[in-house]
Structures are given as C-alpha cells and as structure tokens.
C-alpha cells in the first residue's frame, strides 16, 4: 500500500493505492469524522459486482447507507440526472450528517464531486475509484463537473474530496476496453511529465493488460504521484502547470462531443486528441518524426484508435471552438518539445488544427 498526500493546506487529503485496501475504508471515514451517514453515488454494474461489500464495510462506521444508482453512460453528467440526486439526497437527509462516496469511474467521480460541491453549498465526499481511468486521473484533483449539449465539463466547480481509496483489484474485472480507455491518460502522464513510465508502458503493456498486480500498482502510483504534485502547485489552473494535464484534451473531448458520446469513450477520444495534439507539435519543429512515430506507435500497440471513423472535420472543429481551454478568440493547446516535456501554446491557426485533425481520417 502507498499513501500520497495532495498538500492544500485545509484542503489536503490522501490519495490510499494498493491490493486488498478496501476493508480500511472504515478507518479512514473514522479518523475524517465526515458524517455518519453515506450517500453511495453509482451505477448498476458496480453496485451489483461490489454494492453487498461496500455496504458491509460501510455499516461498520456509519449510521445508514444510501446508493443511488445513475446510467453507466456520459449522459449521467447532465443536469436532469445531477437534478434527480440532489433531489434524492434532499429526501434522505433528516437528521443525518451525509457525506458522499463516488462509486465508480470518471463519470461517477465527476457527477458525486460536483453534487457534493453544490449541496448545502458544499459537503464531504470520497472518491473511490474502480476504472483504470479514474485511479489515475480524474478521481484526483477536485475537478467536478456535469455536462451540456453544447459542450463537456462546462458546467463544473473545484471541490477537493476528503481522501481517494483506489483499490487496484477493482480493476481486474474491466473489459480490456475499459483497460484500453484507462491507458490513454497513462500514455498522457508518461508524454507530459516522465519518460520512465513511458518506457516502461512501451515494454511492459502486455502485464497491465493480463492484470498483474505490481503493473497495476505501478502506472496506478506514478500517475497518482505525478498528479497530486502538478495539483498542490497550481489546484485552480492559474498558474499554467495544471494546463499540461490537458494535453490531448481540447480535440479528444471535441470528438467526444462530435459523436455524442457513442463512438468513442473518454479514452479512446483522448488518444486521438494526442496524436492530433503531436502532429501539431511536429509541425512547428517541436519534436522530430522519430517522436511522434514513438508516440503513434505506443497508442496503437495497446489497442487505442489512432483513425477517426463515422465523424465530420466540421463537427470536430465546431465542437473544439466550445471547449473551456479558449481565452476569449484564442485557442490553447498543450504540446509537447520531447517525451516529458510540455510546451503551451495559444492561437494556433485553424489551417494547421485542420491540417493535423485530417490526417486522422
């Protein structure tokens, strides 16, 4: 087991990762004194594989528990559905002190942070990740969120859990999609921030994918790690070390929203973003071929698309012209000068964006 701390004064908080940590859940909401009531935001699948367990460790240290099961889809990030929680929760809390659990992955993660962060203008959650994509990324940081039609993510605060429990062994039932979908923000980590796990993931993908328990623990620490540290350094994204974290972001989640959502989960379309997000970088000379091709060569190995199939450039581009990164008329991308080493830039011209988004058809 490996604990990592995220230093934010008042607002810090660990990040537990190991095997067979789950029975330590109770400990950890003992020693918070968050509430003595749980409202377990989820979905059906994980509630039918772990909700019996969950609820057994829960009852040990809680008064009562709730779940509230939402679609195992994107469209639990919208506003009907995060209506329907807080109306729920409105129902069940008399006479308690409730605190939150996110059960489940990214999706879960962002609707649980954010209902948390508008109920009573604010109260406890936990997050307890159970994808590969959420115990490396989106369950750390305290970036909450639902969606719009218009676009994803626009409607969000920053509101810090209380800890993160990821339990590695949630992630040896995933489909090899969802490993897949996880890996993609690994590959991110590795291209932004270290080159070790780069390397490492360039040799050792087929270990994460037959769910070894150290390959797991592995990527698992080191993103969590590089993650916790980019966050106590810049938690609100105002300084620009939190901006590399979006690397791949702006065209991925544009492709996301171009094909609503069906086409391609948040993985899949981040992998892409990446290449596009590259390509650009070779472009303007920041890295040579021989980096990009290491890149492409990687996101295809694990399985990651790196074609754009059954969408318009026009519906990309439109969907990118709403994505939060813009400052006013100016686009931002995150690029990249080498492996491990990142480079923002504002304005590019939309000839090149078209120029690297075609190239993927």
Do not use: W
């Not at 959650?125 to 676009?151: M, N, R």
């Not at 008329?329 to 480079?343: A, E």
């Amino acid at each position: 087991m490996k604990i990592i701390k995220v230093s934010l004064k008042k607002r810090s908080y660990n990040i537990i990762v190991g095997s067979d940590i789950i029975s330590l859940l109770g400990k950890y909401i003992d020693k918070l004194h968050i509430g003595r009531d749980a409202y377990v935001i989820t979905n059906a699948p994980i509630k039918n594989k772990y909700g019996n367990t969950l609820n057994k460790i829960l009852k040990k240290s809680v008064l009562s528990v709730r779940f509230k099961t939402v679609p195992d889809t994107e469209k639990s990030k919208s506003i009907e559905i995060m209506s329907g929680v807080l109306k729920d929760i409105a129902h069940y809390d008399k006479k308690k002190r409730i605190f939150i659990i996110g059960f489940g992955g990214g999706v879960i993660g962002d609707l649980a942070g954010f209902v948390a962060s508008v109920y009573k203008r604010g109260i406890p959650y936990i997050q307890i990740p159970t994808t590969l994509l959420a115990q490396v990324d989106s369950a750390i940081g305290g970036k909450t969120a639902i969606d719009l039609v218009e676009g994803k993510n626009l409607v969000g605060a920053f509101y810090q859990p209380r800890f993160v429990l990821s339990e590695v062994n949630f992630l040896k039932t995933l489909t090899p999609r969802q490993i897949r979908s996880g890996l993609a923000e690994v590959i991110k980590y590795g291209i932004i921030k270290d080159e070790k796990l780069f390397c490492y993931l360039e040799a050792r993908f087929k270990d994460i994918f037959a769910c070894q328990d150290y390959a797991l623990e592995r990527i698992v620490k080191s993103c969590s790690s590089i993650k916790a540290d980019i966050v106590q350094r810049d938690e609100r994204e105002e300084k620009g070390i939190r901006t590399i974290l979006n690397f791949g972001h702006t065209l991925g989640h544009a492709i996301e929203v171009a094909s609503n959502f069906k086409d391609y989960n948040h993985g899949e379309a981040i992998a892409l973003g990446m290449l596009i997000a590259a390509d650009i970088s070779r472009t303007f000379n920041f890295i040579n071929d021989a980096i990009f091709f290491r890149i492409e060569s990687l996101i295809k190995i694990v399985g990651l698309p790196s074609r754009i199939r059954k969408l318009s450039l026009n519906d990309i581009i439109n969907a990118h012209y709403r994505d939060k990164k813009f400052k006013g008329l100016k686009n931002r991308f995150v690029l990249i000068r080498d492996i491990g080493k990142t480079k923002i830039v504002e304005n590019i011209p939309i000839k090149i964006i078209r120029q690297a988004i075609r190239k993927r058809f």
